[in-house]
């Protein structure tokens, strides 16, 4: 098995990631896929976005089968902060790189919420992901609606805590930073189209100034649906799918838009 787009490179102008979460069994996670691959193959193959899809970590090498050749990649819903031992149940970042993936999803508010993952495992875990050449999709978002700069700051303020221990200018490292207001994670509706804008803009600013010399993408996750990457693109640079491209249909519609938009 072969990943591609290790860290470093320069990261494809969009990104569009599917994370299943555990909504799917091993073959439900099958169906999609193949559904998926049938997506992409019909709207032919686009070098302007990396579609990647987020199995549990039993399905992983299955999906990275199933999608050989098509220019889909495949990341890991989470990854060790330990790189070997005795850590029962872990996953370290040299397995997940081995089994095929090329991301790794870090720092969502329910792994941080449930798990208790403060921001030194979260450093952990980033450093544990680029030192095996993933790429990693750190996840960021206030807790609550408030105001859109307020809400920047916040996402600001926890890149600070992330990457400052392990980053400096000089670095030229790929990361995908995935803003998903918690508030709207499992809503029925996302985050105002202003609020994604300006907090988007807020962090990639911050990020420019910061390391110039890194690849860095700025997504935006939660309640994410057909229509919404058309409104925010040109400040957005993707979307973090969850529960509404778990319909391979949905998907199919989101995917066209964004290589169109």
Same mark, same amino acid.
């Given at each position: 098995?072969?990943?591609?787009? &290790?860290?470093?490179?320069?990261?494809?102008?969009?990104? /569009?990631?599917?994370? /299943?979460?555990?909504?799917?069994?091993?073959?439900?996670?099958?169906? +999609?896929?193949?559904?998926?691959?049938?997506?992409?193959?019909?709207?032919?193959?686009?070098?302007?976005?990396?579609?990647?899809?987020?199995?549990?970590? &039993?399905?992983?090498? #299955?999906?990275?089968?199933?999608?050989?050749?098509?220019?889909?990649?495949?990341?890991?819903?989470? !990854?060790?902060?330990?790189?070997?031992?005795?850590? @029962?149940?872990?996953?370290?970042?040299?397995?997940?790189?081995?089994?095929?993936?090329?991301?790794?999803?870090?720092?969502?508010?329910?792994?941080?919420?449930?798990?208790?993952? *403060? *921001?030194?495992?979260?450093?952990?875990?980033?450093?544990?992901? /680029?030192?095996?050449?993933?790429?990693?999709?750190?996840? !960021?978002?206030? &807790?609550?609606?408030?105001?859109? #700069?307020?809400?920047?700051?916040?996402?600001?303020?926890?890149?600070? #805590?992330?990457?400052?221990? =392990?980053?400096?200018?000089?670095?030229?490292?790929? =990361?995908?930073?995935?803003?998903? &207001?918690?508030?709207?994670?499992?809503?029925?509706?996302? #985050?105002?189209?202003?609020?994604?804008?300006?907090?988007?803009?807020?962090?990639?600013?911050?990020?420019?100034?910061? +390391?110039?010399?890194?690849?860095?993408?700025?997504?935006?996750?939660?309640?994410? %649906?057909?229509?919404?990457? @058309?409104?925010?693109?040109?400040?957005?640079?993707?979307?973090?799918? %969850?529960?509404?491209?778990?319909?391979?249909?949905?998907?199919?519609?989101?995917?066209?838009?964004?290589?169109?938009?």
């Amino acid at each position: 098995m072969s990943a591609q787009e &290790p860290s470093g490179v320069t990261l494809p102008k969009r990104f /569009l990631g599917v994370s /299943l979460k555990m909504y799917f069994d091993h073959s439900e996670t099958i169906m +999609w896929t193949k559904d998926v691959v049938a997506a992409k193959i019909e709207l032919e193959p686009s070098d302007l976005v990396s579609v990647v899809l987020f199995p549990s970590f &039993p399905s992983i090498p #299955a999906t990275v089968e199933l999608v050989g050749g098509t220019g889909i990649l495949v990341g890991a819903q989470n !990854i060790s902060q330990f790189d070997q031992g005795p850590f @029962t149940g872990e996953v370290c970042g040299r397995t997940i790189r081995q089994t095929g993936c090329a991301y790794v999803e870090i720092g969502h508010s329910e792994r941080r919420m449930l798990f208790g993952e *403060d *921001d030194r495992v979260i450093q952990q875990k980033l450093s544990q992901a /680029l030192s095996n050449e993933l790429i990693p999709v750190l996840c !960021i978002g206030e &807790p609550q609606l408030d105001d859109a #700069a307020e809400g920047g700051e916040y996402c600001i303020n926890q890149l600070r #805590a992330a990457l400052n221990p =392990i980053l400096d200018q000089s670095s030229d490292v790929s =990361i995908v930073i995935a803003y998903e &207001p918690v508030y709207s994670i499992g809503a029925d509706e996302p #985050a105002s189209d202003y609020h994604i804008r300006t907090v988007c803009g807020m962090v990639k600013r911050f990020l420019a100034a910061s +390391w110039p010399k890194a690849s860095m993408r700025v997504v935006y996750g939660g309640s994410a %649906g057909p229509g919404l990457f @058309t409104r925010i693109a040109g400040i957005a640079d993707g979307l973090f799918l %969850g529960r509404y491209a778990h319909d391979s249909l949905a998907f199919s519609e989101i995917l066209s838009e964004a290589m169109t938009v």
